[in-house]
């Protein structure tokens, strides 16, 4: 199949001629897709949570659509991303699971589509798609050893940038306290610790903030210190001064609450109840501060009288992490982060739009991060170059008040762990070797009652339908659509 693989092709296919007047313009909003890092379902106010603060988001609920049943397409970092800029499932675009393939050029991204409708592109946070530099050692594979994974947002159509290639702490993000092994996070450990005193031993973390091609922060520099996601937010907030005459897309990826976690001084005090840990403490810490860069994020679109016509989304990439008993909380669902139960895929997610969407607005149809990028073509008015398949669907008559159930089935495979949601029926099979199982979320949410044995033929036919995709994903996967 021949496909316009290169971006720079496909601008000079679609490009035209684009209004000024893009900010009263509701065919071209701007576009703001927030993501956290292993935030729970379980740990924000508007789901029910009450052990962390989350005003801001609450507010973003109540002024928007609530989707009570939304989906991470991986139940781990990178695939999601994957999902997200590309509306395909995370094995089509050469993204396997975490830290293993990159983005691939002949993926067509939310990034490259919405230039050729005259849209500013920026990304801020973690990348996690592909390293950033083949020339010194960064992140996890970031160097002259992973240059195969080479995948860094400025070959995808990204015009301004403030990334990482994977995880930072979440305070002082280039920084660790010199130390092995913590007691309550006096010094380093995997969970997380406690803010490093001014006067205190550090060690550089090993993750640099990337905005360009071989151009990096200096891990040294004073911009970098404090908290992550408040540094995140101050560089998207920039982007989108610079363009608010628009039309913009910001991609908004915080670490937070990803491990190791980390909170200022402040946010982790507020949480000291004499029973909270010091892991609850910084936990819920960095959550009360990434809610409140959200809030500066909302404050400055009012302010900038272009609140209206900007689409913010919000949601997490995949469940909490841990064992049951970590500070992350996936509310009454099964499993955690790494499991297509659903504990470790349905996530916390939001869809603010004034201009479209009532306040106070909530669905409980089953949505996906790969539905983003159909939604946002559709509002923008473009179509793919070719018949490559998608995943996801458009959001749009679900935002029109026409949509309560999902008209397709959602599949997922990670690894060999597969699961098959058709209406409110879930097929989960645990590994290639183990059976189907088979679940009625509509009276089992928590997934208790296996149906497998009751409902012999109806789980054969989902196994079958998700026999058939997954074919579809793997010649996706051997290059059938570039």
Request: hydrophobic residues 35%.
């Amino acid at each position: 199949m021949e496909f316009f693989c290169r971006s720079f092709l496909l601008i000079a296919f679609f490009a035209g001629v684009f209004s000024s007047s893009a900010q009263t313009d509701v065919d071209k909003p701007n576009f703001v897709i927030i993501m956290c890092d292993d935030l729970g379902w379980g740990d924000v106010g508007f789901n029910g949570g009450t052990h962390i603060r989350t005003p801001h988001l609450d507010e973003m609920a109540a002024n928007g659509l609530k989707l009570t049943r939304f989906y991470a397409q991986a139940p781990v970092c990178s695939p999601t991303r994957a999902s997200v800029v590309t509306g395909r499932h995370h094995d089509r675009t050469g993204i396997y699971t975490a830290n293993h393939g990159h983005l691939r050029d002949g993926e067509f991204t939310l990034y490259e589509a919405l230039k050729t409708k005259g849209y500013t592109t920026g990304h801020f946070g973690k990348w996690h798609m592909g390293t950033l530099t083949t020339k010194i050692k960064d992140a996890n594979r970031g160097g002259p050893g992973g240059a195969k994974e080479f995948s860094p947002p400025w070959h995808h159509e990204v015009d301004v940038t403030l990334a990482t290639e994977s995880k930072t702490p979440t305070f002082d993000a280039m920084w660790k306290p010199v130390g092995g092994s913590a007691n309550e996070f006096t010094n380093a450990s995997r969970l997380g610790w406690n803010v490093i005193p001014e006067d205190g031993e550090k060690e550089f973390y090993g993750t640099h903030y990337w905005t360009g091609q071989d151009t990096l922060f200096d891990p040294k520099s004073d911009e970098l210190l404090g908290d992550d996601s408040n540094l995140i937010m101050d560089h998207a907030m920039k982007f989108i001064d610079d363009s608010k005459e628009g039309p913009f897309l910001a991609i908004v990826w915080f670490h937070a609450p990803h491990l190791p976690v980390v909170a200022s001084a402040e946010d982790a005090a507020s949480y000291d109840d004499g029973k909270n840990t010091a892991f609850q403490r910084n936990y819920n810490g960095c959550v009360t501060a990434l809610d409140h860069a959200v809030g500066r994020l909302r404050a400055q679109l009012r302010d900038q009288g272009i609140a209206n016509n900007t689409v913010i989304t919000f949601c997490s990439d995949n469940g909490p992490e841990g064992k049951d008993g970590a500070p992350g909380l996936q509310g009454d669902f099964r499993g955690r982060k790494r499991s297509l139960y659903e504990g470790g895929v349905r996530v916390p997610s939001l869809i603010e739009w004034p201009a479209k969407i009532a306040p106070g607005s909530v669905s409980k149809a089953a949505t996906c991060t790969v539905d983003y990028f159909p939604t946002i073509m559709e509002i923008v008015g473009f179509e793919l170059p070719d018949d490559r398949p998608l995943d996801g669907i458009s959001l749009m008559p679900l935002i029109n008040g026409k949509m309560k159930e999902r008209p397709t089935p959602l599949g997922f495979h990670i690894k060999g762990q597969a699961a098959w949601h058709d209406g409110m029926m879930k097929a989960y099979r645990k590994n290639q070797s183990s059976g189907w199982e088979l679940y009625d979320l509509g009276v089992d949410p928590n997934e208790t009652a296996d149906l497998a044995e009751k409902n012999p033929e109806r789980l054969r036919g989902m196994v079958e339908a998700w026999t058939e995709w997954k074919a579809s994903v793997d010649a996706s996967d051997g290059g059938a659509d570039y």
